[in-house]
C-alpha cells in the first residue's frame, strides 16, 4: 500500500510517517508504494496492528464459530478442481463428464471464469454426488487458480500428451504441493498419433510425482477427452480417493464457505456465485462476506433452478448483496443484521480491496519519476470482479518505464453516460470486458469522439492496451557513423552561412544526422539540408574532398568538427 493509504488507515499524517521511515534509513514519497513489512513497522510504532488475509479469515472464523449451533458432522461431497495450462483440454473433460457442450460457449474458446458444475455419478452402486470447478489456464488468471485451490478437496491436473508439462501446469503443481492436496494427474488427448506420455512422465518425476509402476504413490489416469477414453475409471478414482479422505460437513450449523465470484445484472441486480463448504444457507440468512453483508434474497442452483436452501459442497447464486463482494473472500452467515453490523464495525479496516490495489498499480512510481513518462489514461469496466482482477493483475506485469498506465475508473458492470463524462473529462479510453454496450452509449462515444474497445477474450485486451502504450513511445535511433569533416572556412549569404569543409574521414551525405563539435563540446545537432561540390549539387562528399554545407545552425567557427549518421530506426519496446 501507498504511505497516502496507510496514512487514512491510522489516522496518522503523512508528513508524520515520511519522518519517522527517514529516521529508520527509509526515503519514501506520498504516493510511494511500500512493503507489507514496512507497513506493519508503521503500524506497530502506533499500536496498531495489520492482519494478512489469512489472519483475518481465522480471526472471522474464530469470532463467529462460537455462534454455531454445532452437532454430528455428515459424509460430504467432494470439491474436485480443473488445473491445467491453457488448451490442454480441461473444458473438453467436464463437457464429456457433463455430457454439455461448455467449449463452443466460450469466447476463444478459454476459460475465463471459475465455473461451478455438480453431477451425480453411480460408484459402487451408490450415487455419489461429485462437485465440480473449472480453472482458467491462462497466465493472466494466477489469482483465481490460487482462489480455487484454496476450496479444493482433489485436483485434477489436466496435462496434453502431446505438449507436455507448461507454465501454468507448473504453477498448479506449486499449488498442489504447497497447499498439500489430493490430486489426480490426467494425461489428456491419447486419442492423438503425436503423443509422448513416458516423456510426461519424467517431467512429473521432476517433481517427485510418480505413479505406482514407477515406485510412486501418484494416481495418473491416461484419458481422451473427445473419445472419453477412460472417463469412467477416471470417475471411480475420484469417488474412492473422496472414500479414503472421509469428507464431512455439519449441515446444521450456519453456511460458511467462500465467494467465487460476483457481478452486476442489469435485471436482477448485484450476484454472488458461492461454494458452500460447510452448514445449510437458507433464504433470508444473513452473511457477512469481507466488509459487506446481505439478507440472502434467492438462491440458484448450479443448475439454474431456485431453491429454498442449500447445503455442504454446493455451488450457488446468491442474490440480495448491495454492494460486490470481493472474489476469493470467506463468507459466514451470522444471527442478525446487528451481529453483522457489529463484526463490519470492528474488522472492515482491515481488508484490502481492489481499489486499493488499483491506487497501486497506479502509484508503482514517484510523483518525480510520473511527470517524466507518457500516459495511458483508462476507464476499465468488466462482468466481474474476478476479471477485473485479473486484468489489473496483467497490466500490473506490464513495464512502465516509458509509458505508465493510469486507471482512472475500474469496476464491473456496463459502461455508464458517467463513464462517458469522466472518459471526456480525463482523456481516458473507454475499455470494456465481457460487456455489453447499449446504443444510446455508443451514441454517446461518437458524439464526443472517444475511443471505446469491447474485448471478450482477455489477451486480445492486453494486446491491444499494450500497443496503444507503443504507439506513445517516441521512435529512437541507433547512429551509424557515416565520416567526419573539418570546418576550414566560412562563407556568408543571405540565407544563411556556409561551411566549407574537407572530409578527413569516410563521406558526408545529404539529409544525414550531423553533431557538430567545437572543443569537444556538442554545439547543434540536426540534419544536414545542402551539400554542395564546387557549384554543383551533390547527394555525397567524400574523403579528402572540399565541400559547402548548410543547416539550421549559422555560428560556424573554423576548427568546428562535423560528424555525419545514418540514423537507423530501432524496434520500439516497453
Known sequence: MSIQELSYKLNIPEAEIITYLFLKGISTTINQVIDISIAKKVALKYDFNILDDEEINQVKMNSLNKKKNLSENSIRAPIVTIFGHVDHGK????????KTNCVSKEYGGITQAITGYEIDWLYNSNVFKLVFLDTPGHEA???????????????????????????????SIKYI?????????????????????????????????????WGGDALIVEVSAITGKNIELLLSNICLLSNCKKLTANPNQYAEGTILESNLDKQKGIIANIIIQNGTLKIGDI?????????????????????????????????????????????????????????????????????????????????????????????????????????????SKISQKKVQINIIAANSGNISSTDIELALTTKSILIGFNIDITNYINNLVKKNILILKVFNVIYNLLDYIENCMMNLIEIEYKRVFIGRATVQTVFYMNKGSVAGCVVNDGKLRKMSFIIVYRDNNIVYEGKLNSLKHLKDDVEEVFVNKECGLMCDYNLWQTSDIIESYDLIPEKKSL
Open 91 to 98: 473444458t473438453t473433460l467436464l463437457d464429456y463428464i457433463l
Open 287 to 395: 452473511i457477512i462476506a469481507g466488509n459487506i453483508y446481505a439478507k440472502v434474497k434467492s438462491l440458484i442452483s448450479s443448475n439454474n433452478i431456485q431453491i429454498p436452501f442449500s447445503g455442504p459442497s454446493s455451488i450457488v447464486k446468491v442474490l440480495g448483496f448491495s454492494k460486490l463482494p470481493e472474489s476469493g473472500i470467506l463468507f459466514n452467515v451470522v444471527n442478525d443484521e446487528k451481529q453483522a453490523k457489529q463484526y463490519i464495525q470492528k474488522f472492515s479496516n482491515s481488508y484490502y480491496n481492489l481499489n486499493q490495489a488499483l491506487k497501486s498499480l497506479n502509484t508503482r512510481v514517484t510523483l518525480k519519476d510520473k511527470n517524466k513518462l507518457k500516459q495511458l489514461s483508462l476507464i476499465i469496466k468488466t462482468d466481474t470482479l474476478g476479471s477485473l482482477e485479473a486484468i489489473l493483475n496483467s497490466l
Open 141 to 171: 488468471f494466477s489469482s483465481m487458480r490460487l482462489r480455487a485451490a484454496k476450496v479444493t478437496d482433489i485436483a485434477l491436473l489436466v496435462i496434453a500428451a502431446d505438449d507436455g508439462l507448461r507454465p501454468q501446469t507448473i504453477e
Open 177 to 213: 504441493l504447497e497447499m498439500q492436496l489430493s490430486y489426480i494427474i490426467i494425461i489428456n488427448k491419447i486419442d492423438k498419433t503425436d503423443i509422448d506420455v513416458i516423456r510426461i512422465k519424467e517431467e512429473l518425476s521432476k517433481y517427485n510425482i510418480l505413479s505406482e509402476e
